[in-house]
């Protein structure tokens, strides 16, 4: 026990600049590309319905469970009085979960730990599992949970770094661009039932400002991110 708080505690150097841009210009190419994007989407899924269930707990509703599914959609079933703040606060918390909590990682993977970061994922994983009702969301999360385990088991000190700021980047990055789908997908008729249509019913704001409201959470997540991530120009070298 001693030794893992002291891993904990201790922090890591910065890798040096040339590998946090690089890391970033990665992350953004996989959300960027259609293919790699449909491939790595299903984890920005996870922390959008986590992000749900988190907020359930918190403001006290009943949490039925969750599921993920193969087209990278999920659903998070709560039980309680269908309006008010806390129904208001579980159906905004979704589309602003991945950027807060890439923000949440930018702050720690800046200050060196990264081992906190790891830990506290997954952990998160773990009681998601708990919450899963469906096999697909059972593997996933065992898969997801599986290669961040190996991963920082076995990789060196500084590989686990590159990793963080890797997955930190590609939460900045994927929490904007489901939220830029929709806005879309809304411009066309579709998704009649996305969260910003719950909103829109559960309160006097249109649907439209819901959306505009998560793409700003998500820019100054990315912006604060890169902010804390991204060393000075003296440090680039």
Not at 22 to 30: D, G, M, N, T
Request: hydrophobic fraction near 55%; include cysteine.
């Amino acid at each position: 026990m001693t030794e893992v708080w002291v891993t904990l505690t201790t922090a890591q150097p910065k890798p040096s600049g040339w590998v946090v841009l690089l890391s970033a210009l990665a992350a953004l190419a996989v959300v960027g590309w259609s293919t790699s994007w449909q491939i790595s989407r299903g984890l920005v899924t996870i922390a959008h319905e986590g992000g749900h269930a988190l907020m359930a707990l918190l403001t006290r509703r009943k949490l039925q469970g969750i599921r993920l599914h193969s087209d990278t959609s999920g659903v998070t079933l709560t039980r309680g009085r269908p309006t008010g703040p806390g129904m208001i606060l579980t159906a905004a918390a979704g589309y602003v979960a991945p950027s807060l909590l890439g923000l949440g990682g930018a702050w720690l993977t800046s200050a060196g730990y990264v081992a906190v970061l790891i830990a506290v994922v997954i952990v998160l994983l773990i009681c998601m599992l708990l919450l899963i009702r469906n096999l697909f969301g059972v593997v996933s999360l065992l898969a997801t949970g599986g290669a961040i385990t190996a991963l920082t088991w076995y990789a060196p000190p500084d590989v686990d770094a590159i990793i963080a700021y890797l997955a930190v980047w590609f939460l900045l990055f994927g929490g904007i661009r489901p939220i830029l789908e929709l806005r879309r997908k809304r411009r066309y008729g579709g998704v009649p039932d996305s969260d910003a249509d719950q909103l829109a019913r559960l309160t006097f704001l249109p649907a439209g400002i819901w959306v505009v409201l998560f793409l700003l959470v998500a820019l100054a997540s990315l912006a604060g991110g890169a902010y804390l991530l991204v060393p000075l120009p003296r440090g680039l070298f």
